[in-house]
């Protein structure tokens, strides 16, 4: 019987379902509407369609041939964004109530005078002071008063509190009064979600390590709840395999560990997407990437060098400093749900209000009546003017060609060049986002290649390229499911932090060998907890490094086996390679001091194999399907455009825009100045020829 391994993508607007069959490498894939009131029902919808359409004769229960399940959500992120946690209590060290409110005293833009600051997720009233402290040595200086918490943990469970976070000072050092007092909690309030930061966040900054423990309460019961609904849903179709979920960090892990962190899920969804992007460029020869990744509520982007993306501790999510690992993703609401709008100025704005899966755009003849990116690409025909997903969803050219006259009314426009209007908008809020993780660290976008990927991402790439001078991008062969494609390639995942602040002096070398001693023992543990067999363990290490005095560090990888002095120097020299990267100079004599000491454990699973194609000849009208007239900038008007099918084109096609390609998750945009050709793996490269 045929094993297949599913990976699924649950997005805003539309959940992707990737479908690889072990025994022959085929490949499939299938896409529907996403259920924001409940995505475990889009999911199982997807799921059972799927396996329907690639086991047509497997009787009631096609799911059972499946072997490996992976899952990406925006579940934990979509809470975040709407503020739909729980209602959450905190308890924390005497004098420390309002550290949550108080930050670091930053505003978010240093000259917005009106900047709103996010909303305190947990209320005052909620925040309880114990009696207790321990120094930064790990000494105690003031023992738990365990009473405190018992009253403070009845005082909550009477406000109707779901979970509680638990965050001491140096509780990170020395974590028994944090453990004590989830004993205490546990025992006062058994229904609640109690997290503590030394699980959580195990590493300095108090502030950050608050609002990540904060963050995971807030978010943990719904994460359960959602996780809770799934389960039984994925039961019911008959699959036995076990389920996992993606981590920020690119990794996978099982459903019971992500219901414990979901704030290590908060960038679920588009980390995959970046696994995937690694994969398909190294095998197509571009290990420095830019990824642009396009969906319909917000576009996520990348910087990949030498095949390799960056990975961060520390982050801002919508408004909320994380302190936990996570690939180097930047996120702007720029999708093609983002709705366009005239400003108290009388501008053009688009985004970040998206206009979701339901309604979904003007198009989609679902009552909804604001203009969205997808309605101006309708209009302008880039976007096929009559249906969407193969066929499978009709959608209405005279519905947005409506809602984006009202709005080129209120500009004073003609309706192509308002539509016109919002793409360019669009187009530049993603320039920006690129320009973030790019130029502004060190990086010219104009020596990368552009993957894009998402619905959406093909549809704008050749503009966005154009807007960065870059001269090259890259489309996967499923560019729209490229997120749930990317579950398929990705490992189990778990990373281990320990804070030690020690000088980067030889004096340091034994000190650093015992913290990662300590570190590859808790990965030990995980291994096993995991099942994970010898030969497929592995573990990287890393150490945050800065000068002394400074703020922030810098990840610089630590080679495997015993720390010498000699391994210190080597960091040193490493350290100030880093630095001069990222800001341009090294300072010379400057004190160096290590902060965090990482340990990345992988435990590598069977993955999908992308295969290679013989080419064939450069001819690729067979794969021409029609024609239509499509609006091009640079024409200022419409021009005849030859539609190209993807499934239709082979390795070693070659052609030239103006051209529209089409498929059932996407569609690519060939601009007139650009040639498109297919290499063997089946990716369509297009290149600026003029």
Known sequence: MAQWRVGVDSGGTFTDVCLFNENDGRIEVWKVS??????????AQGVEEGMLLVTPDAGASPAAAVSYFGHGTTVATNALIQHRGVKTGLVTTDGFRDLLEIGRQKRPDLYDMQADKPPTLVARDLRHEVPERVRHDGTIDTALDEDAVR???????????????????YGFIRPEHERRAMEILHEEHPDAFICAGHDVAPEFREYERLSTVVLNAYLGPVMRSYINRLTP????????????????????IGFSAAADMPVRTVLSGPSTGVVGAQAIGA????????????????????????????????????????KAPMLDIHTVGAGGGSIAFVDVGGLLKVGPRSCGADPGPVCYDRGSTEPATTDANVVLQTLNPDYLLGGRMAVRKDLAKASIARLADQLGLGVMETAQGIISVVTANMARAIRV???QRGHDPRDYTL????????????RLAREL???????????????????????????????RLMPLAASSAADVSAAFSGLTERAEAWFVHEGISTENRHLTRTADMRYSGQNYELAVPV???????AVLDALAVDFAEAHRQRYGFVAEGEAVQLVTLRLEATGRVRKAELRAYPMEAPDASAAITGARKVWFPEAGDFMDTPIYSRDLLKPGNVFTGPAIVEQMDTTTVVLPSMEARVDVYLNLILEVVA
């Open 233 to 252: 849903r994925l039961e019911a179709l008959g699959m036995t395999a076990t389920p996992h979920l993606t981590q920020s960090n690119g990794g996978v």
């Open 34 to 43: 996403s259920t924001p009131d409940d995505p475990s029902r889009g999911i």
């Open 469 to 499: 001078d870059m001269k090259r991008v890259l489309v996967p062969r499923n560019p729209g499911i490229l997120c749930a494609m990317g579950l398929l390639l990705t490992d189990l995942r778990a990373d281990f932090a320990a804070t």
């Open 151 to 169: 009253r403070a943990g009845r005082a909550l469970k009477d406000a109707g509190v779901m979970a509680i976070a638990v965050s001491f000072l």
């Open 283 to 322: 095998l197509a020869g571009f290990p420095d990437l830019i990824t642009f990744d396009m969906g319909g509520t917000s576009t996520d982007v990348a910087l990949l060098k030498g095949g390799v993306c960056k990975m961060t501790s520390e982050a801002v999510v919508h408004g909320y400093p994380i």
């Open 437 to 439: 993780i790019s130029i």
């Open 451 to 462: 993957m894009a990927f998402g619905g959406a991402g093909p549809l704008h790439a050749a």
């Open 559 to 565: 080679p495997e086996g015993q720390v010498t002095p």
